[in-house]
């Protein structure tokens, strides 16, 4: 990085450390009506009604969420066409989650972006997907914490990435491959802060903040924490095209994800159910 391009990376820097201390973190680009839902979500007492009527106040939401109510990984014998019902057949964090994932796919979309802006917004977007699925698994398959809330939480999980992004369009002047190091430091951080003013469970939260750590605190039962670490390393390796070695992750042994006895992993046996939330989610 050349020194002009250090200067201005660590002008973006104090900005980001500003909007984190101002808690000054709203996302560009995502609908108003997105926040609000998920804020109602947060609420001490969840009110329907209140939910019902946001949603319905956006014809894209509303769409979205009907559409996953009515996707192969959760319908049932009736098909759902109102969003009340929608709500009560998915629960608080598949609507959540609904809502969340409309506002990512939105993201890459938008016309005042660049063609490799949107680029990199799809990539965020598919690594939501993935994470959301590696997520849901793992937590349905190896623990007994509520696998929606790791659905939710896998989503959430690139929501400092996004604000990152987003904001670094709105600077200017930082070249987006040069963003790694900036990513790596502080998009945890940022999700956690970005998850608590939604109003989201703390359990997500932390979970949130601890994303990279490869080995987190043992507890005395399985924690979300340790389901998001676990994907992370999981979809790491996977993008990377090396192989996994279990035996350099005792979290994954943990969990019972991998075999003590073998080093070798694959998430071949959840394929099928992977691949059910990624269409789920895309289409």
Not at 58 to 80: H, K, T, Y
Not at 101 to 107: E, K, N, W
Not at 202 to 221: C, F, K, N, R, Y
């Amino acid at each position: 990085m050349s020194a002009e391009a250090m200067q201005t990376a660590a002008g973006f820097v104090q900005e980001l450390a500003g909007d984190l201390n101002r808690g000054n973190l709203e996302l560009p680009m995502i609908p108003d009506s997105v926040v609000r839902i998920q804020r109602a979500f947060g609420a001490g007492e969840v009110d329907i009604d209140e939910i019902v009527r946001i949603i319905s106040s956006d014809p894209a939401i509303v769409a979205r969420v009907l559409q996953l109510a009515n996707s192969s990984a959760i319908r049932g014998a009736v098909e759902i066409k109102e969003v009340r019902q929608a709500v009560i057949r998915m629960g608080n964090k598949l609507v959540q989650s609904s809502v969340v994932a409309f506002a990512l796919s939105q993201a890459q979309k938008h016309e005042d972006l660049s063609k490799e802006s949107q680029a990199a917004l799809k990539t965020i977007w598919e690594e939501s997907v993935e994470m959301a699925a590696l997520c849901y698994v793992i937590a349905k398959h190896h623990t007994k914490l509520n696998a929606d809330e790791a659905l939710l939480m896998g989503l959430l999980s690139v929501i400092g990435r996004l604000y990152i992004f987003l904001k670094s369009e709105e600077f200017g002047t930082i070249d987006y491959t040069e963003m790694e190091p900036i990513l790596a430091a502080w998009h945890p951080a940022i999700s956690k802060a970005i998850a608590e003013s939604w109003g989201m469970s703390e359990a997500i939260v932390e979970a949130l903040e601890t994303q990279m750590d490869t080995d987190p605190p043992l507890h005395e039962s399985a924690t979300q924490a340790e389901v998001l670490s676990s994907a992370r390393v999981i979809f790491d390796y996977g993008q990377s095209g090396e192989p996994l070695d279990a035996s350099q992750y005792p979290l994954l042994h943990r969990l019972g994800i991998a075999n003590h006895d073998d080093s070798e992993f694959t998430m071949e046996a959840h394929a099928e159910a992977i691949d059910e939330i990624r269409r789920s989610f895309r289409a």
